[in-house]
């Protein structure tokens, strides 16, 4: 088992929709966590960063973190179809793990 | 600088030869990180500095991959004798800490042929 499991969809949704991405991780240790956004042939870029369980929100981003379950959400609002893309969650103490990505295509 | 700049971008090696990447961090960032991305893969982590010393190099896959930041700042990764699987995007991360938020360059896109 790895130890960041990510669906790698591909997904993909209307213009507007409510998109609702996930990861879950296995080590106990892990004590913070991001999302990244990765087009294709770039570098990925942050998004979010977490450090405790709870929400965090970044205008239309809102990032969830339970520790109990060991559970990552990252939840887009109005998506665009710029939001297309691969997103990448990541959870570490400092060097991260991350997940295979979720491909996202949100369609006009 | 800015961002975390790569270089370079692409680099095509014959198997066998000894390739280096360069990265160049945030200005003031202490830590800085490797990983390496195959296609339709996350990043896979093969070292952490945090200033001029490996911190961890518990993700290098074997010893023909090598790195060094000697003023703690600029690191270079070095590849010995390549092989056509070490084909993948070579990503670096700067952070201000070591348990931060890592920034990442555009990636080094090396092929072995």
């Known amino acids: 088992q790895k130890e960041v499991e990510q669906d790698p969809g591909p997904l993909s949704v209307p213009e507007g929709a409510i998109v609702s991405l996930n990861c879950t991780y296995s080590n106990s240790a892990f004590q913070y966590f991001m999302w990244y956004r990765q087009y294709s042939r770039k570098g990925p870029e942050l998004l979010m960063y977490t450090y405790s369980s709870g929400n965090k929100e970044d205008g239309r981003f809102t990032a969830q973190v339970d520790k109990s379950s060991k559970y990552i959400s990252l939840f887009i609002r109005d998506s665009q179809p710029s939001d297309s893309a691969t997103y990448l969650c990541?959870?570490?103490?400092?060097?991260?793990?991350f997940g295979k990505g979720t491909k996202l295509s949100v369609i006009p | 600088g800015a961002g975390v700049s790569q270089t370079p971008s692409n680099k095509v090696t014959e198997k066998g030869k000894y390739v280096e990447l360069r990265c160049d961090p945030i200005s003031g960032h202490t830590a800085l990180y490797w990983y390496r991305q195959s296609l339709g893969q996350g990043p896979e982590f093969l070292i952490y500095f945090q200033g001029t010393g490996a911190a961890d190099d518990s993700g290098l896959p074997n010893d023909r991959f090598f790195a060094v930041r000697p003023e703690g700042s600029v690191s270079t990764l070095k590849i010995q004798r390549t092989e056509r699987g070490d084909s993948a995007v070579y990503l670096c991360?700067?952070?201000?800490?070591?348990?931060?938020?890592?920034?990442f360059g555009q990636g080094t896109r090396l092929t072995v042929v």
């Open positions: 990541g959870a570490g103490s400092y060097q991260l793990t």
């Open positions: 991360a700067s952070s201000l800490l070591g348990n931060t938020e890592a920034f």
